[in-house]
């Protein structure tokens, strides 16, 4: 089997010392712009994370592409032949540590910790009130990760709406009493820049805003004016349209927002190595491909 490595921006090298282990008879290949195309065109299988512009048509044998993530729009390129399967990875420990990052926004936010902050950097000590956390989050996106992310804010007191498109539940009818709206929808036509002026205009003023799905489904321009307007109060951005986020984005220097760069939760080579092992054998046995996309609905 011939493979081809999409992994940029992530270092291909643990993919290939753990492959040339456990499949030493596969032939890989590490994608680079210098490479002729005739060192990468007659791949069987992608293991990546984007295609660069150009590849996907030049493989005429490609049988197979599996996503070294759980999202897959950056691989669904219209230039891959519908009749080749796209499958991604499922990570339990990834949506574990989504949901703590979620959580941990979250409660900074509901317990006003950036106020208690500045007292330090005043040397003021000064009490406020402070109920627990019975904020209502809506969560859009109820799958492994939105219903993880679900699970624990519910067990830390907040009130938590799920809304999924498929619903046909109106988006801005489920963000109007929101304190707190976590994006962790797939990334499809339908859902990029679904977070738009109008969207964060029927939140209620000083909400917060958490993304940790993908960058475009937020219309950046239009949080930075609600943020700067002070109708939102706080926003969390694991995810931006552009990574990594370019020094002179305007997104550096917002009010009230925090910037991590995609790190909300990693999933192991291991785990990524062994879903992609199991589909490779798959292939080989005729056996049906795991975690198969949908690739009308992307996801």
């Known amino acids: 089997m011939k493979i081809l490595l999409l992994t940029h921006p992530l270092s291909a090298e643990p993919y290939v010392e753990a492959l040339r282990r456990l499949r030493p008879h596969d032939e890989l290949t590490v994608w680079s712009r210098e490479q002729p195309a005739s060192q990468w065109a007659d791949a069987d299988v992608v293991l990546g994370w984007r295609f660069p512009a150009g590849v996907a048509e ?25 009749s080749v399967p796209v499958s991604r990875i499922i990570d339990p420990d990834q949506a574990l540590g989504i949901a703590q990052y979620v959580t941990a926004m979250a409660l900074r936010f509901a317990r006003e910790l950036p106020r208690y902050e500045q007292q330090q950097r005043e040397r003021l000590w000064a009490r406020h009130p402070m109920a627990a956390a019975r904020h209502r989050v809506c969560v859009l996106g109820q799958g492994a990760t939105g219903q993880a992310i679900s699970r624990m804010l519910s067990a830390c007191g907040f009130v938590v709406d799920g809304w999924r498109r498929s619903q046909g539940r109106p988006l801005h009818e489920a963000l109007r009493e929101a304190r707190i709206v976590v994006c962790a929808l797939p990334l499809t036509p339908e859902t990029s820049g679904l977070i738009d002026r109008a969207a964060l205009a029927v939140m209620p003023r000083a909400a917060a805003f958490i993304n940790i799905a993908r960058g475009a489904h937020v219309v950046e321009e239009d949080l930075l004016a609600a943020l700067r307007s002070g109708h939102l109060a706080f926003a969390a951005l694991d995810v931006q349209v552009h990574e990594p986020l370019p020094p002179d984005s305007p997104l550096w220097d917002a009010p009230n927002l925090i910037i991590t760069p995609h790190i909300a939760a990693q999933s192991s080579v291991d785990t990524i190595v062994a879903q992609f092992i199991e589909g490779l054998e798959a292939l080989e046995t005729g056996h049906p491909l795991p975690r198969l996309v949908d690739r009308q609905l992307g996801y």
């Not at 493989?59 to 891959?80: D, H, I, N, Q, T």
């Open 58 to 82: 030049a493989m005429s044998r490609l049988r197979w592409v599996c996503s070294v993530a759980a999202g897959v729009e950056k691989l669904l390129v219209p230039e891959l032949p519908a």
